[in-house]
T-cell receptor, first 115, second 110 residues
Framework: EAGVAQSPRYKIIEKRQSVAFWCNPI?????LYWYQQILGQGPKLLIQ????????DSQLPKDRFSAERLKGVDSTLKIQPAKLEDSAVYLC?????????????FGPGTRLTVL | AQRVTQPEKLLSVFKGAPVELKCNYS??????LFWYVQYSRQRLQLLLR??SRESIKGFTADLNKGETSFHLKKPFAQEEDSAMYYC????????????FGAGTTVTVRA
């Protein structure tokens, strides 16, 4: 089966610019996650969707970050405006079941550099 | 606050030697525990979960509730085990949020 797809793989922007990342989960997976991984740290959950509803966005900086999962399939994560500290790898993951109780399958990530 | 600690950032062992990656957690209740691995140029993937009680690629991990630890062990390390390893506890009740440790980079030398 095809894995989780993410694009772009790399993005370089200047601070205060906007950026968007796209994720296509494994077909049929109900739960989708966005993680932020800063260099030297483990991934940190930003937001979790179950179908097209938000389950957990407690660690999403809502003043600048937004995410949506229209139709319960693809998802986009947006940063507007970007700050230097947003430089990180943004990982998308999906899992088959509801409530996130299953194994998570990760995409290749998008490496964001904010100058 | 709930925390997961991987005290070693880097671990270097010779091929054929035992390897142990430490993980300590501070969670209330009975969390589920996982080890995820990322090989060079590959995606982050599940290595094993404690409820399975199985050995994957020669690795085992024992949950010690008394010490709140979930150390990952392999008796004879191989060069292909060189990777980044993350310990990840998850609350099992209403909150299925997975929390990752900072990771340990393992290098197995020939």
């Amino acid at each position: 089966e095809a894995g989780v797809a993410q694009s772009p793989r790399y993005k370089i922007i200047e601070k205060r610019q906007s950026v968007a990342f796209w994720c296509n989960p494994i077909s049929g997976h109900a739960t989708l996650y966005w993680y932020q991984q800063i260099l030297g740290q483990g991934p940190k959950l930003l937001i979790q969707f179950q179908n097209n509803g938000v389950v957990d966005d407690s660690q999403l900086p809502k003043d600048r970050f937004s995410a949506e999962r229209l139709k319960g399939v693809d998802s986009t994560l947006k940063i507007q405006p970007a700050k230097l500290e947003d430089s990180a790898v943004y990982l998308c993951a999906s899992s088959p079941g509801l409530a996130g109780a299953d194994t998570q399958y990760f995409g290749p990530g998008t490496r964001l550099t904010v100058l | 606050a709930q925390r997961v600690t991987q005290p070693e950032k880097l671990l270097s062992v010779f091929k054929g030697a035992p390897v142990e990656l430490k993980c300590n957690y501070s969670y209330s209740g009975s969390p589920e525990l996982f080890w995820y691995v990322q090989y060079s140029r590959q995606r982050l993937q599940l290595l094993l979960r404690h409820i399975s009680r199985e050995s994957i690629k020669g690795f085992t991990a024992d949950l010690n509730k008394g010490e709140t630890s979930f150390h990952l062990k392999k008796p004879f390390a191989q060069e292909e085990d060189s990777a980044m390893y993350y310990c990840a506890p998850r609350e099992g009740s209403n909150d299925y949020k997975l929390s990752f440790g900072a990771g340990t980079t393992v290098t197995v030398r020939a």
